[in-house]
């Protein structure tokens, strides 16, 4: 496939010094969709691989990149802002506020997007009445265990533990480490942890999430972990079939870290494992852009977070 081809080197955080051949059109659109455009402009105006690439397609992806750096920025500042009063609050960082500074070799590398906060339920009056900055709370969620506060710029949303709207944290924050320069209650989670948030996440998609957070499920794999913490947590937390079907799509986006990948794969019965295999099947085209809304609530109701 020479458009996965081509995705993989530019996904590289080290890529090889050619890019292979393929329809840079396609490939994009592709990168701009899920992601990767930042990473991949980088690597074409500081690499060999980007010598004779057209100028087109140069500065398409550098006018992403600037886009990202810009946002990035503005985000992290607005979150450091946020939470520099909180003491005496314990916050978790999530999706990419936790993972560029951890797993990226750079800013630009991965688009913040969403900024979102694990807070304990107890925590979150405190929460929001301690925000510096001028986020204020704009929604809550069913169950009150999710909210969004906005400065009508950015928004912030927070939830409760490791999978949005559950409202049970699983040992989250006792096993979180402390990370200060955000904030003095701040903290990332543990590599577990953060494998099942990323899992969670891809799930709430039925699998058919953006490559970037393949990326994030590729360098956490490569961390020391736990496989019977992490299989554990998962089977708590209903994560076990989309964890066995985001592990099997990394090793097959990723091959370099396949093994490792599968190796932490759960156990799962013949007939969710069938179940998973089809979705897994269904999500593995990088080229496909755009899911059908009914396809992709069939492989949630497969995958999705729940107790089993």
């Not at 659109?29 to 899920?34: D, P, Y």
């Not at 929001?128 to 999710?146: D, F, I, K, N, Q």
């Not at 961390?223 to 299989?231: Q, S, V």
């Not at 269904?282 to 089993?308: H, I, N, T, Y």
Request: proline share 6%.
């Amino acid at each position: 496939m020479p458009l996965l081809d081509a995705i993989r080197v530019l996904a590289a955080f080290e890529p090889p010094r050619d890019l292979p051949p393929c329809d840079l059109d396609d490939l994009a659109n592709v990168l701009e969709a899920h992601g990767l455009a930042p990473m991949a402009s980088y690597h074409v105006e500081s690499r060999p691989l980007g010598a004779g690439l057209p100028a087109r397609f140069r500065e398409r992806l550098l006018t992403n990149y600037t886009g990202i750096v810009n946002d990035n920025v503005f985000k992290l500042v607005t979150l450091k802002g946020a939470l520099r009063e909180l003491k005496d609050v314990r916050t978790v960082l999530l999706g990419a506020a936790a993972t560029v500074d951890w797993l990226y070799p750079h800013l630009a590398f991965r688009p913040f997007g969403e900024l979102r906060l694990a807070v304990r339920g107890e925590d979150g009056a405190r929460f929001a009445a301690g925000l510096g900055g001028e986020l204020r709370p704009v929604s809550t969620g069913a169950g009150g265990h999710t909210a969004v506060f906005s400065d009508g710029r950015i928004e912030l949303r927070i939830q409760e533990g490791l999978v949005e709207g559950a409202g049970e944290d699983a040992g989250l924050f006792e096993r979180a480490v402390p990370f200060r320069a955000v904030g003095p209650g701040a903290a990332r989670p543990a590599p577990e942890d953060a494998l099942l948030l990323a899992v969670a996440d891809q799930a709430l998609e039925g699998l058919h999430a953006q490559l970037i957070t393949y990326v994030d499920v590729r360098e956490l794999v490569r961390l020391e972990l736990d496989p019977a913490a992490l299989r554990a947590r998962a089977e708590a937390a209903g994560l076990s079939r989309a964890l066995w079907g985001s592990l099997t799509l990394t090793g097959w986006y990723f091959p370099e870290v396949s093994e490792r990948a599968l190796a932490l794969r759960p156990e799962l019965g013949a007939a969710e494992r069938k179940a998973v295999e089809a979705v897994v099947e269904s999500a593995r085209d990088p080229g496909r852009l755009r899911v059908l809304r009914g396809e992709q609530e069939a492989a949630r109701a497969v995958v999705g977070p729940g107790k089993r």
